[in-house]
């Protein structure tokens, strides 16, 4: 279905109960959520089922990272679980991001998004040269996210910090997804590199993931009323 929303509220939680707690005191058809590693490893893929049937579209987020006949099965498998979203690590490389996305286009009309994940936001210079990468997250982040177009895939996951130099560079059709989205005031947590709701979208952003901002009010929905009202 068509959603209107940029809001895509992070799920992460210990167990499905938890989870489908604060999914119930969320409205579908105004945000869209996000089942990461510790809720899919804890629960399965029964909550993905969960969470289709209270009416939300789900991005998995997994960060396929392996092997592409591998890492094709996997995406297969999310597309055969109705998700709306999936992605992969842009530095499994070009022949990787290339099967993840035949194996979404195999899905047909139940096909999911394919994007894939440049620099993690926690991620500073310091730490990219600990790791082998000379240059810094920016540089990094538009040379993962160029590959990541040339794959087909449908968009990134990224720092709305880099997103208005990728948005003039890779184009409007090519879907900027941003973590570490911090409404103005609230606590950066352990995100080296966030931005407000306001500023990702003027940027460029098309999708923004916030968790412990909404999770952790004391009215969730108040808090996604606010940010959209932020936005509009």
Same mark, same amino acid.
């Given at each position: 279905?068509?959603?209107?929303?940029?809001?895509?509220?992070?799920?992460?939680?210990?167990?499905?109960?938890?989870?489908?707690?604060?999914?119930?005191?969320?409205?579908?058809?105004?945000?869209?959520?996000?089942?990461?590693? =510790?809720? &899919?490893?804890?629960?399965?893929?029964?909550?993905?089922?969960?969470?289709?049937?209270?009416?939300?579209?789900? &991005? *998995?987020? *997994?960060? &396929? $990272?392996?092997?592409?006949?591998?890492?094709?099965?996997?995406?297969?498998?999310?597309?055969?679980?109705?998700?709306?979203?999936?992605?992969? $690590?842009?530095?499994?490389?070009?022949?990787?991001?290339?099967?993840?996305?035949?194996?979404?286009?195999?899905?047909?009309?139940?096909?999911?998004?394919?994007? +894939?994940?440049?620099?993690?936001?926690?991620?500073?210079?310091?730490?990219?040269? =600990?790791?082998?990468?000379?240059?810094?997250?920016?540089?990094?982040?538009?040379?993962?996210?160029?590959?990541?177009?040339?794959?087909?895939?449908?968009?990134?996951?990224?720092?709305?910090?880099? +997103?208005?130099?990728?948005?003039?560079?890779?184009?409007?059709?090519?879907? *900027?997804?941003?973590?570490?989205?911090?409404?103005?005031?609230?606590?950066?947590?352990?995100?080296?590199?966030?931005?407000?709701?306001?500023?990702?979208?003027? +940027?460029?952003?098309?999708?923004?993931?916030?968790?412990?901002?909404?999770?952790?009010?004391?009215?969730?929905?108040?808090?996604?009323?606010?940010?959209?009202? =932020?936005?509009?």
């Amino acid at each position: 279905m068509s959603h209107p929303s940029p809001l895509i509220i992070a799920l992460d939680y210990p167990d499905a109960d938890a989870a489908l707690a604060m999914a119930r005191r969320l409205d579908p058809a105004r945000v869209r959520v996000k089942v990461g590693k =510790e809720l &899919f490893t804890a629960t399965g893929p029964a909550v993905l089922d969960e969470l289709h049937e209270l009416g939300f579209e789900v &991005f *998995l987020d *997994l960060k &396929f $990272h392996d092997i592409p006949n591998t890492v094709a099965a996997a995406v297969r498998a999310a597309a055969a679980r109705g998700v709306w979203m999936v992605n992969v $690590h842009a530095g499994g490389g070009l022949r990787m991001m290339e099967a993840a996305r035949d194996a979404a286009a195999g899905a047909g009309s139940s096909r999911p998004m394919v994007t +894939a994940v440049t620099v993690l936001t926690h991620l500073g210079a310091d730490e990219l040269h =600990e790791v082998g990468v000379a240059d810094s997250p920016g540089v990094q982040v538009h040379r993962l996210a160029r590959l990541a177009q040339r794959a087909g895939l449908d968009g990134v996951v990224c720092s709305a910090r880099e +997103a208005e130099a990728l948005r003039a560079e890779l184009g409007p059709d090519f879907r *900027l997804v941003a973590p570490g989205i911090r409404p103005a005031g609230s606590s950066e947590d352990d995100q080296s590199r966030v931005q407000t709701p306001g500023a990702a979208r003027a +940027a460029g952003v098309d999708d923004l993931v916030i968790g412990r901002p909404v999770t952790q009010a004391e009215d969730p929905a108040a808090a996604v009323d606010a940010i959209l009202g =932020e936005l509009n």
